[in-house]
């Protein structure tokens, strides 16, 4: 028996998508009132969507600083547009949500990676994370969290 998606589990993939759009056209346009017709959601997770896609573009600057500083070897510009935006979207989790724990976010990262790209995608989203996770100074109340837990 295959288990439904939580609601937000369906607005983060909602929000990939739209990031991934956004990242495509490099700005607004027909296409979103397009895409929510093709794919709705209940309201509450629309909110939620449309929220981390706001999130993201308002922080998109520091976000990509922080996954070049963390990202060994890769320039952001350079990493295929799913992994990024998963990440992106992963980070701003990070950064700006704390009411949302690391490993929900984490592992939403994974499922992202899982659904939409390729195999080798999963490994590279993981350990980005788990290196800003591990590393970035702003993160320590959400280690912190993760210690207390285990």
Request: with cysteine; proline share 5%; charged share 30%.
């Amino acid at each position: 028996m295959s288990r439904r998606p939580s609601t937000r589990h369906e607005a983060r993939e909602r929000a990939l998508q739209l990031l991934f759009q956004w990242d495509i056209h490099e700005q607004g346009g027909a296409w979103e009132q397009d895409f929510w017709e093709q794919f709705p959601l209940e309201e509450e997770a629309k909110e939620f969507a449309t929220g981390l896609v706001a999130g993201v573009r308002k922080c998109l600057p520091e976000l990509d600083t922080v996954l070049g500083r963390y990202a060994t070897n890769w320039k952001v510009s350079r990493m295929p547009i799913v992994d990024r935006n998963i990440l992106r979207l992963s980070l701003y989790e990070l950064l700006w949500m704390p009411e949302l724990p690391a490993k929900v976010s984490i592992n939403e990262a994974l499922e992202l990676a899982r659904a939409f790209a390729d195999e080798e995608a999963r490994g590279f989203v993981n350990g980005v994370l788990d290196k800003i996770l591990n590393s970035e100074p702003r993160l320590a109340a959400k280690r912190a969290e993760i210690l207390s837990t285990n």
